[in-house]
């Protein structure tokens, strides 16, 4: 059952949001491509028996090796989100530890060691991310009355802080088997390669197997889901609860979120899109989505969206009568960048967009100038004094379009320069600061089709 519910949020006007109606068995999503692997193999109708009987408590982790998240973690963060509309308990943990030790799952080397002061501020930027996201969904997403189940963010230095080594390696990890753990193909990849691996990072599975059980017996964890290179992981965690509490606890995997080229999207590939917005700036972002393929944006729209299947289905059909218009495209955009950045984010990202692809000026003049360098291919910012009398030239020359004046007069009379998108070509014209500077003190100056330079002016 669905309800329809008109969200109306300022400047980036209404938009349709469907609730998708508390439905704890969140395997559904599946329809949605959202999960790809279940442990145990056989453990589909037990699973859904078990969601279906009461709120579950399912975690998922990010080593802080950066100090942003990224969108294929994002991926896991929307799953968790699905879990809170179904009414479950959704725990995010921090590896605050985890990060010193390594994971090994789709690496080739070993990770370079991250200081302990460089861990702490990306402890932060990740909790602020998860934070963030939570929050917005709940503002602009949610509009129920029933209330959420709160996130929790734990950090796992906070039990291994105060924990025996013995008690570890002793305790847990005699019940994980050599064989098992030799198996994983994080551990095979790595020991065929020429770096060969550490103790350290082949030590990382009981790190997160023990996770799963501190967290498992300490708030009754039953899921935890993750990226698919995490199932190897997720099954170590799966063998300790078993042998240690003979009780029986799930893994779900997700798909990797990849380039169209099949590349997958993260921190070590080096092709990331941050969910920080001084990491990528919302216009960035936003860009990001709007440029996806058709052949991706139908999948991303089912991912990374809460609408419903129905209307995606609509909106392909509509698509594919007016391709030009980029419905699809628009929509995803439109909704991820409100789920990560909020109204203000969206807002500025579509003003941004409004302003480099439509030529708004207006849009442009609402800009911060540093939004503006970033959106304009990191235009340099100059300062300029707003003497009386100065000429398109002269103003051209203090702001460094050009090398010589010969040069500018050339350009300039030639119709390649332009003041706030408008072709200017009379270089002995003078400038009116009522015509030319922007809302926000600024003009935008423009040489050929792509070098940008920016007019802050100093009255
Ligand atoms: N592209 C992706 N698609 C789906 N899930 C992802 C993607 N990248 C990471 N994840 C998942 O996000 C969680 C946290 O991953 P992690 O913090 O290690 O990021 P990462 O980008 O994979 O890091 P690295 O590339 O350095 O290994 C894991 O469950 C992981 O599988
Ligand atoms: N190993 C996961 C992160 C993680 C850390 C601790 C956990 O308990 C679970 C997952 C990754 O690198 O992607």
Same mark, same amino acid.
């Given at each position: 059952?669905?309800?329809?519910?008109?969200?109306?949020?300022?400047?980036?006007?209404?938009?349709?949001?469907?609730?998708?109606?508390?439905?704890?068995?969140?395997?559904?999503?599946?329809?949605?491509?959202?999960?790809?692997?279940?442990?145990?193999?056989?453990?589909?109708?037990?699973?859904?028996?078990?969601?279906?009987?009461?709120?579950?408590?399912?975690?998922?982790?990010?080593?802080?090796?950066?100090?942003?998240?990224?969108?294929?973690?994002?991926?896991?963060?929307?799953?968790?989100?699905?879990?809170?509309?179904?009414?479950?308990?959704?725990?995010?943990?921090?590896?605050?530890?985890?990060?010193?030790?390594?994971?090994?799952?789709?690496?080739?080397?070993?990770?370079?060691?991250?200081?302990?002061?460089?861990?702490?501020?990306?402890?932060?930027?990740?909790?602020?991310?998860?934070?963030?996201?939570?929050?917005?969904?709940?503002?602009?997403?949610?509009?129920?009355?029933?209330?959420?189940?709160?996130?929790?963010?734990?950090?796992?230095?906070?039990?291994?802080?105060?924990?025996?080594?013995?008690?570890?390696?002793?305790?847990?990890?005699?019940?994980?088997?050599?064989?098992?753990?030799?198996?994983?193909?994080?551990?095979?990849?790595?020991?065929?390669?020429?770096?060969?691996?550490?103790?350290?990072?082949?030590?990382?599975?009981?790190?997160?197997?023990?996770?799963?059980?501190?967290?498992?017996?300490?708030?009754?964890?039953?899921?935890?889901?993750?990226?698919?290179?995490?199932?190897?992981?997720?099954?170590?965690?799966?063998?300790?609860?078993?042998?240690?509490?003979?009780?029986?606890?799930?893994?779900?995997?997700?798909?990797?979120?990849?380039?169209?080229?099949?590349?997958?999207?993260?921190?070590?590939?080096?092709?990331?899109?941050?969910?920080?917005?001084?990491?990528?700036?919302?216009?960035?972002?936003?860009?990001?989505?709007?440029?996806?393929?058709?052949?991706?944006?139908?999948?991303?729209?089912?991912?990374?969206?809460?609408?419903?299947?129905?209307?995606?289905?609509?909106?392909? #059909?509509?698509?594919?009568?007016?391709?030009?218009?980029? %419905?699809?495209?628009? /929509? =995803?955009?439109?909704?991820?960048? @409100? &789920?990560?950045?909020?109204?203000?984010?969206?807002?500025?990202?579509?003003?941004?967009?409004?302003?480099?692809?439509?030529?708004?000026?207006?849009?442009?003049?609402?800009?911060?100038?540093?939004?503006?360098?970033?959106?304009?291919?990191?235009?340099?910012?100059?300062?300029?004094?707003?003497?009386?009398?100065?000429?398109?030239?002269?103003?051209?020359?203090?702001?460094?379009?050009?090398?010589?004046?010969?040069?500018?007069?050339?350009?300039?009379?030639?119709?390649?320069?332009?003041?706030?998108?408008? #072709?200017?070509?009379?270089?002995?014209?003078?400038?009116? %600061?009522?015509?030319? /500077? =922007?809302?926000?003190?600024?003009? @935008? &100056?423009?040489?050929?089709?792509?070098?940008?330079?920016?007019?802050?002016?100093?009255?």
């Amino acid at each position: 059952m669905f309800t329809k519910y008109f969200l109306n949020y300022g400047k980036t006007g209404v938009i349709f949001c469907y609730r998708h109606y508390s439905n704890r068995n969140v395997l559904k999503l599946k329809e949605r491509g959202m999960f790809e692997d279940i442990f145990p193999d056989n453990a589909a109708n037990v699973v859904t028996d078990v969601l279906n009987a009461r709120p579950q408590v399912v975690y998922a982790g990010f080593d802080p090796t950066a100090n942003s998240l990224h969108v294929g973690n994002l991926l896991v963060l929307i799953n968790l989100l699905h879990w809170q509309r179904g009414g479950h308990h959704p725990i995010a943990v921090v590896g605050g530890a985890t990060a010193k030790i390594g994971d090994p799952s789709g690496r080739t080397k070993e990770r370079e060691e991250i200081a302990r002061t460089i861990i702490e501020e990306n402890i932060t930027g990740l909790c602020s991310n998860i934070n963030a996201i939570f929050n917005n969904h709940e503002k602009y997403f949610w509009k129920d009355t029933t209330k959420l189940e709160p996130l929790r963010i734990l950090n796992n230095e906070s039990w291994y802080q105060i924990m025996n080594p013995v008690e570890l390696i002793g305790g847990a990890g005699k019940y994980l088997r050599m064989g098992t753990l030799l198996s994983r193909t994080s551990v095979q990849n790595r020991l065929q390669s020429s770096s060969g691996m550490s103790f350290t990072e082949f030590s990382y599975q009981l790190f997160q197997a023990y996770d799963w059980l501190h967290l498992f017996k300490k708030h009754n964890c039953t899921f935890q889901i993750g990226g698919n290179d995490q199932m190897g992981n997720i099954m170590s965690g799966h063998e300790l609860i078993s042998k240690i509490c003979n009780k029986q606890v799930y893994g779900l995997t997700l798909p990797l979120v990849t380039t169209e080229m099949g590349d997958k999207f993260g921190k070590s590939a080096g092709n990331a899109v941050w969910l920080s917005n001084d990491q990528t700036s919302d216009f960035t972002f936003y860009q990001f989505w709007i440029r996806q393929p058709d052949s991706e944006v139908e999948k991303f729209l089912k991912l990374f969206t809460f609408d419903t299947l129905g209307s995606i289905n609509d909106l392909m #059909r509509k698509h594919k009568e007016q391709p030009q218009l980029q %419905l699809p495209q628009k /929509r =995803l955009a439109e909704q991820v960048t @409100l &789920l990560v950045r909020g109204e203000e984010g969206l807002a500025k990202a579509q003003a941004a967009s409004k302003a480099l692809y439509e030529g708004s000026v207006t849009a442009l003049g609402e800009m911060h100038p540093k939004e503006i360098s970033e959106t304009f291919h990191g235009a340099t910012i100059v300062e300029v004094l707003s003497e009386a009398g100065q000429s398109i030239l002269d103003v051209a020359m203090k702001a460094g379009c050009f090398p010589t004046k010969q040069d500018a007069i050339r350009i300039i009379s030639a119709g390649g320069f332009y003041i706030n998108q408008q #072709r200017v070509n009379n270089p002995s014209e003078i400038v009116n %600061l009522n015509i030319h /500077r =922007l809302k926000n003190n600024t003009s @935008l &100056l423009r040489v050929g089709k792509r070098n940008y330079y920016i007019v802050k002016w100093l009255l």
